[in-house]
C-alpha cells in the first residue's frame, strides 16, 4: 500500500516539508476527458449526489497527477437545497436559485441544516474515499456572503447590485440571513470532518466584490463567528477571489491558512499575514494556458516568492478551467515537486 | 451667463478648491427618465454617432443635478469600428467583436485611426457641448488592454482566458496590438482636446483582472507610450476597477489623477500614491441604493478619508447602475458641496 502522504497537512500547519505540497482548485472537471465522458451520462448533481460517482470523480486528477491532496467533488451551495432553497446548477451558467430572498419573510424560508441526512451522500463519498486514498482528503463549502450573493441575486451576476441593496437596505434580515448560513455551514463542515475530511476549505469566492467597509460591517462578524464555532482538528482554509485588498480582514476572521490569488505577490501577502499564517496559491489559472517557458518561469517565481520559510501550498489564484491541458497540468506538478527543495533552503536562493 | 465652473480642473490639477468636486462615471443614462426615452427612439450607437444627440444627453446630468463636469456621452470602444473592428454595443449584453482577435494576422487586420474624419461626429459634439457647458468637458476613451481584452474575447468575459492566453501564446502579435491601439488612443484623446475636451479619462476598466507580472510584461509599456506620447495640456485621468493591487503600478504608467475604486480605502491609496497625485472616487456605485444614512455616512467617510490636501474629485468607484434613484443622486451631489469644506479645512476634522 502506498504511504500516506501528509506533506499537504503539514504545510498547512507551518510545519516544514520535504517539497512544496500542490494541489488545483477544481482538479477534477472539464479539461479532464474521463470527466467529460462522465457527464455525457450524468449531470454535474448526479455526480456530486451519488457517492460511487463523487468518488470516481474526486480520483481522476490523484490517478493522473502526482498531487498532493485531493478535493471532494461537489460544489460550494450543496448546503442551500436542504436549508431549503430551490437551486439549480444550470450548466454554462452557475448556481440558479428559484425563488431570490428579497425580503425578510424570504430569509424566515431559510431554515437549519442537518447535515447528517441532509447530505448525507456528500458523507458516505467522504468515507469511500478515505478507503482509497493516500493523500489527504478536503472538504469544502461556500462561506456566507459568497452562497447568499447567489441567494440574493437569484444567479451569478457582474455588479452584486441585489445583494449589496439588500445589506444596505435590510441589514437585520441580512445578518439573520447569513447567521443562519453560518450555522449551516459550520454544521456541514463539521459533518465532513467527523466524516473522514482532513482539512476543509472555505470559499468566500466572490467576497472581492465588497469594499472594506462592507467587509467588517456586513460579513466579518459572520466568519468570525463561523471560524470561531469550528472544533476542528483539522486545518481550515479561508480563500476569495480578488481579495488582495482585504486579505488582513480575512485572516482576522479566522482560519489556519490564507488562500490568495494571483493578484498579489505571494512574498507581499506573506509579509502582509506574518510570517504564522500559512498561504496557498497564487498562479493565475490561465497561466497553465501559456507555453511551458513562461508557465515554468510563473510557477517558479511563486515558489521563490513564498520563500524558504514553512507553510506554502502550491495552488491556483482560482479554479482550472476546461481549457487546460492535462499535461502541461501534470508537469506543473512535476516541477513543484523537483524544483520546490531549492527555494525552500533559505541559502542559495536570488532574491 | 452663469459663471464657468473649474472646481474639477483645479483638483485635477492639485490645486485648493472651496468644494470638493463632483461628477459620476455613467452620469448620463439608464437611471434617467429622459435617457429611457431617448433610448426608446434610438440605440445607443445612434445616440454616441449623432452630435446634437449626443450633446443632449451628455447635458442631462449636467442639468439635473449640480455636477462640477460633464463627460461626453460616449463609449469606451469609440475608436475600434474605425480601426477596423467590427464591434457591436448590444443591449443588456455589451460590446461584441464579430471576428475576434485570435492570431497574429487578425492583428494586421487593424489599422491606424484618423480621428478627424473617422470620428468626427464626436468632435463636432464636443464642440456644440462646449458652447453650451459652464462645467469642463471630459472626453474619454478604452485603453488599450481594455479595449484588446473585447477584441480577443468577442465580447465581454468573466476569466480572460482568451486574451491572457493571446498575450502568453503570440507575445509579438499582443504587443504589435496594444501598440497600434495605443496610437489609435492617442490620436483619439488629442482629437478630443483639440475640439475642445477640457479633461480626459482612459477607462482601463478591466485592467484588474491581471496580476502585477502580466500588467508589467504586457500592459505597462503601452500604458507608459501612450501617456508619454500625449501632449495635451489638459488632465489626464487613468482609471482601472478592481486595481486595488495595481495602484502604484498604474501610477507608474502615467496620468495625471488616479482613479481608484472601492476595493480601497481613499487614505490608504493617497498614502500609498503620495502627496503629488491627485485620485478620484471612490465610493461604490451600489452603495446609492442604500437609504439615506447609510449613504451619507459612507459618503462622508470618503471626504474623511480623502483629507484636507488638495487633489480630490469625488466620484463613484464604477459607473452608476440602472436602478440608481435620480434624486437621491443629486442629493448626494449637494451633500458633498455642502460638507466638504470642513473636510478640506486640516482643523477640526475628527480622524
Known sequence: MTPFNDRFLKACRGEPVDRTPVWFMRQAGRYQAEYRALREQYDMMTLATTPELTAEVTLLPVRQMAVDAAILFSDIIMPLGPMGIDVELRAGVGPVVDRPVRSPDDVDRVRPLEPEGDLDYVLKAIRMLREE??????????APFTLSSYLVEGGPTKNYAK????????PDAWHELCGKLADGVA?????????GAQAVQ????????????DYDEFVRPHMKRL????ELDVPVIHFGVGSAALLERMQSAGGD?????????????RERLGPDTPVQGNLDPIAVLAPWELLRERALDVLRRAGPQPGHIFNLGHGLIPDTDPDQLSRLVDLVHEESPRFLRAEGVPS
Not at 472555505?202 to 467597509?213: E, I, M, R, T
Not at 491558512?257 to 501577502?269: K, M, P, R
Open 133 to 142: 486514498l493516500s493523500v489527504p482528503l478536503i472538504g469544502f463549502v461556500g
Open 202 to 213: 472555505v470559499f468566500d469566492s466572490w467576497v472581492g466584490a465588497l469594499g472594506p467597509q
Open 163 to 170: 445583494v449589496k441593496a439588500f445589506m444596505y437596505q435590510e
Open 227 to 230: 471560524f470561531d464555532s469550528l
Open 187 to 195: 454544521r456541514y463542515l463539521q459533518a465532513q470532518v467527523d466524516a
Open 257 to 269: 491558512v490564507i488562500g490568495v490569488d494571483w493578484h498579489v505577490y505571494l512574498d507581499d501577502a
